[in-house]
């Protein structure tokens, strides 16, 4: 595994400039590599788009749809049963009126149980964890030099300056997970400490 510095910037212009800095300090080409980084939810990991199996939000949604069904197929037979009592209309109505109020309830509670959960301001662990978007210039270093590369990406402007284990192979980060949580760092040298 080898040791990985990087830090994020906001333009390809200003991590091309950083990038340069590096080089001027003695990093070798095949040591620097830059490359852009989606926006959460957007490095399309399954087939259709996303980064997860299911939105986390959603995650209630059965329970209320359940419960809807349930509320909506009373509610719907009891209209059933009163549409049949005052217009002598056939059974059959309060089977479909039960059928129709049992899905208007299942989508009312799915929705129902969605909101709740997003209005209580739930995040996910995903959203805690996941990188902002932007540029990121990543450095392969050595213990020595670690902390040389991460004064420079921070004299060039970036941020969120992570240190990081990974496959660095044909001058790029090989194995690089936006999914995961970056380890800054600082925090790297508090645990250190």
């Known amino acids: 595994m080898s040791l990985i510095v990087a830090a994020r910037f906001t333009t390809f212009p200003a991590a091309e400039e950083a990038a340069q800095k590096l080089f001027n300090a003695g990093f070798v080409e095949e040591d620097v590599t830059l490359f852009f980084v989606n926006p959460r939810g957007q490095h399309a990991r399954f087939p259709i788009g996303g980064d997860t199996h299911t939105d986390a939000g959603a995650k209630g949604a059965p329970k209320g749809a359940g419960l809807g069904v349930t ?6 037979a009891i209209v059933g049963v009163g549409i049949f009592a005052a217009f002598s209309a056939p059974l059959l109505v309060s089977a479909i009126a039960a059928g129709v109020g049992a899905y208007i309830g299942s989508l009312a509670g799915a929705m129902w149980r969605t909101r709740d959960s997003s209005e209580a301001g739930h995040r996910t662990p995903f959203h805690e964890e996941a990188r902002d978007s932007g540029v990121l210039v990543a450095v392969h270093v050595s213990p020595d030099n670690q902390f040389e590369a991460a004064r420079l ?13 990974g496959r660095w192979q044909q001058g790029r980060w090989a194995d690089f997970d936006p999914l995961k949580k970056p380890v800054p760092l600082n925090e790297y040298n508090e645990k250190r400490a």
């Open 71 to 76: 509320i909506g197929a009373v509610v719907g």
């Open 153 to 165: 990406l921070r004299e060039a402007g970036g941020v969120s300056i992570e240190r990081a284990t």
